[in-house]
């Protein structure tokens, strides 16, 4: 007995802290506290992005994946969030059933496969095989009848004050990370990340707030600044840079929260037109653009080293 509740206990660790990968850490309380604030807010989203993600793990162990990879988290992680879009797009009922269903194979084998190619280039992983093993599914499921959509969450009435609006958007905007708008997660998936360290909760909400202020003076549509979408991107390239991950820093932080009420506006705009919904794509693009351009940065660092006669700095002191 004591044997089988410790396994139980290492492996519901080991799926939370694949779940806190969300905010770059590795660790079960915060995974557990963002499932239950998630849980609070909408038992039925966190049921389907938790069901999709086992799913997906117990597929990547049937099909052989390698254990290093199975070690990452990161199947579950995907497997997780492709269960966050079914359950918000779909509507409770067959169609939502299915998804869950295929979705957690469609999810590993998608993470098994896109991490190959990937690590050709060191390109990291992250959330991107989620986003198009969901666009696959709402392709195909959408040719039957009974695949219903759900009616997509809605926000209160916008408040008379701009400080208001902007800041409410911020704070949905962190909660857009689970493809809801709601300020209360928003809050408390902050707080949940700083229980491992004090500086990434007021480090997302000061990015998505910003990005959110930034898109109200461009002008971006009421309803993209009340619901928070231009702020999720932002606040976890925050987090990915104070977690010190791909060799993100300031400069990315920066240009995430400026670019991100724009960069949203068009791949909303560009999805309406293809009918598919755009997810993560904003952050999963501007992460890995990054990291692409990391070997840049680090050639320009390195010609920097010479001086404008041509002479190296290697022979400064020689």
């Not at 195909?140 to 009616?151: D, E, I, K, N, V």
Request: charged content about 10%.
């Amino acid at each position: 007995m004591d044997e089988r509740l410790g396994r139980a206990r290492a492996l519901a660790s080991r799926h939370l802290s694949a779940i806190a990968q969300t905010f770059f850490v590795e660790s079960p309380l915060v995974g557990l506290a963002t499932v239950a604030a998630l849980a609070v807010v909408r038992p039925q989203l966190a049921a389907a992005a938790l069901l999709t993600s086992i799913l997906a793990r117990i597929t990547a162990e049937r099909v052989g994946a390698s254990s290093s990879f199975l070690a990452t988290g990161l199947i579950e992680l995907n497997g997780w969030f492709l269960g966050l879009a079914c359950g918000t797009f779909y509507a409770m009922g067959p169609a939502l059933g299915v998804a869950v269903l295929l979705g957690g194979p469609l999810a590993a084998a998608a993470a098994i496969v896109m991490q190959r190619v990937l690590a050709t280039w060191d390109v990291p992983l992250l959330v991107g095989p989620y986003v198009p093993s969901f666009w696959l599914l709402w392709c195909s499921l959408g040719a039957f009848p009974w695949a219903t959509a759900a009616a997509l969450p809605t926000v209160p009435p916008a408040a008379s004050s701009p400080w208001v609006i902007v800041l409410s958007g911020g704070l949905r905007g962190i909660g857009q990370i689970f493809f809801l708008p709601n300020d209360v997660l928003g809050i408390a998936l902050a707080a949940a990340v700083s229980i491992v360290d004090f500086r990434l909760g007021p480090a997302m909400i000061g990015a998505s707030v910003a990005s959110v202020g930034i898109g109200y003076l461009a002008g971006a549509p009421s309803w993209q600044v009340e619901q928070g979408l231009a702020g999720f991107t932002p606040a976890l390239v925050a987090v990915a840079a104070l977690r010190n991950f791909s060799g993100l820093g300031r400069s990315a932080v920066v240009v995430a929260i400026v670019a991100s009420p724009f960069m949203e506006a068009g791949a909303l705009r560009l999805g309406s037109q293809v009918g598919l919904h755009a997810l993560s794509a904003t952050y999963i693009a501007l992460v890995w653009m990054f990291t692409v351009l990391r070997p840049v940065r680090s050639a320009v660092a390195a010609r920097a080293g010479w001086s404008a006669a041509g002479r190296p700095r290697i022979f400064e002191n020689g």
